[in-house]
């Protein structure tokens, strides 16, 4: 069982949802890994400024390291950055944030099996358990706030707008979208 991991951290809701059931779990989030673009530096999963990243490892007391990357080394640089993650803090597993996309566990099994640590998916769970989570998420304390939204399925008006139960009867209405945003329907 994994007793230190390094936390794959965008900010979002999943990712703090994440920290918090590993810590449920007895498993100490040693650090933050934040993947960011080479040209602009700003963060690959929501295009934000490393500052909001910053402010929330602060104020989470926890370290985070950027992995400055671009398409064609994303998965190299992920790989270099755990290995480097497991010699400094001595983290035997890396965990991410997923929810039930096969795709994004695949290749996490794959980054942590290179890098030579356990993977760890504590917010892993079926398709249809996403609205439960999402209500968890709210019910506990949790906010956030929409950063980015795609306007194919949602309305551009929902940016800004913060995850309460007023959100959740909100994203209800829309058949085809996940509740917890998991097909990149909206950001937080």
Sequence with gaps: MVEKAALSFSGGKDSCLAL????????????????????????????EKRERVLYQADRLGIPVHFIETDFHTYTNDFVFMLGRMKEQYGVDGAAFGDIYLEGHRKWGEQVAQKAGVEVVYPLWR?????????????????????????????????????????????????????????SGEYHS
């Design 126 to 182: 079926g398709q249809v358990e996403a609205l439960a989570l999402l209500r968890e998420f709210v019910e506990t304390g949790f906010t956030a706030e929409i950063v980015k939204a795609d306007s194919e399925k949602l309305p551009a008006s929902w940016v800004g707008r913060w995850i309460d139960d007023s959100f959740i009867d909100d994203i209800l209405k829309y058949e085809d979208v996940c509740p917890m945003g998991e």
């Design 20 to 47: 918090y059931y590993l810590q449920k779990q007895g498993i100490q989030v040693a650090c933050l890994l934040t993947t960011v673009w080479k040209a602009s530096g700003d963060t690959v999963a929501h295009n």
